[in-house]
């Protein structure tokens, strides 16, 4: 999370030690993070899912520039998506990217969220205010699973 390289140039800059993020971890009680692995087991990226401010299910994720663009986000978003749909009770699920970032507007659209709109000077970071476009899927709109119900031909 201190690495710039891996946040990108879109996601705010955070400071801080492994002991604090283990911490905020440990305290989160409305949510989960998974790392995002390869077949192998390297750890490639993080997605996760949490409740806000306004008790709608909000989604994060993040991967490591080197892995960007090979569908790793994709399906970590599909299978988050599914997930949450499959085990819980919610009606919507919405996730915030920086306006400019394509590729993560693009994976998104893949896995079905429409773009609701831009919050104008949404959040402050790297000394400036800066915008944030909406995304959402609504229940209705996630027709079935996409990754949690397939299988695989061995």
Same mark, same amino acid.
């Given at each position: 999370m201190n690495?710039?390289?891996?946040?990108g140039?879109?996601?705010p800059?955070s400071?801080?030690?492994?002991?604090?993020l283990?911490?905020?971890?440990e305290?989160?009680?409305?949510?989960?993070?998974? %790392?995002?692995?390869?077949?192998?087991?390297?750890?490639?990226g993080?997605?996760?899912? %949490?409740?806000?401010?306004?008790?709608?299910?909000?989604?994060r994720?993040?991967?490591?520039p080197?892995?960007?663009?090979?569908?790793y986000?994709?399906?970590?978003?599909?299978?988050?998506?599914?997930?949450? %749909?499959?085990s819980?009770?919610?009606?919507?699920?919405q996730?915030?990217?920086h306006?400019?970032?394509?590729?993560?507007?693009?994976?998104?659209?893949?896995?079905?969220?429409?773009?609701?709109?831009?919050?104008?000077k949404?959040?402050?970071?790297?000394?400036?205010?800066?915008d944030?476009a909406? %995304?959402?899927?609504?229940?209705?709109?996630w027709k079935?699973?996409?990754?949690?119900?397939?299988?695989?031909?061995?």
């Amino acid at each position: 999370m201190n690495n710039i390289g891996f946040m990108g140039e879109y996601e705010p800059i955070s400071q801080g030690t492994k002991a604090d993020l283990e911490r905020q971890y440990e305290k989160l009680t409305e949510g989960q993070w998974s %790392f995002v692995e390869k077949k192998d087991g390297t750890k490639i990226g993080y997605v996760a899912h %949490f409740i806000t401010h306004s008790k709608l299910t909000a989604i994060r994720y993040s991967l490591v520039p080197s892995e960007r663009s090979k569908g790793y986000g994709s399906e970590a978003i599909e299978i988050i998506v599914d997930y949450l %749909f499959l085990s819980k009770n919610v009606v919507r699920i919405q996730a915030e990217i920086h306006p400019r970032n394509v590729a993560s507007q693009r994976v998104l659209e893949k896995a079905g969220f429409k773009k609701e709109g831009i919050l104008r000077k949404a959040f402050f970071s790297r000394g400036e205010w800066r915008d944030t476009a909406m %995304f959402s899927i609504l229940r209705e709109e996630w027709k079935e699973p996409k990754i949690l119900t397939k299988t695989t031909k061995r």
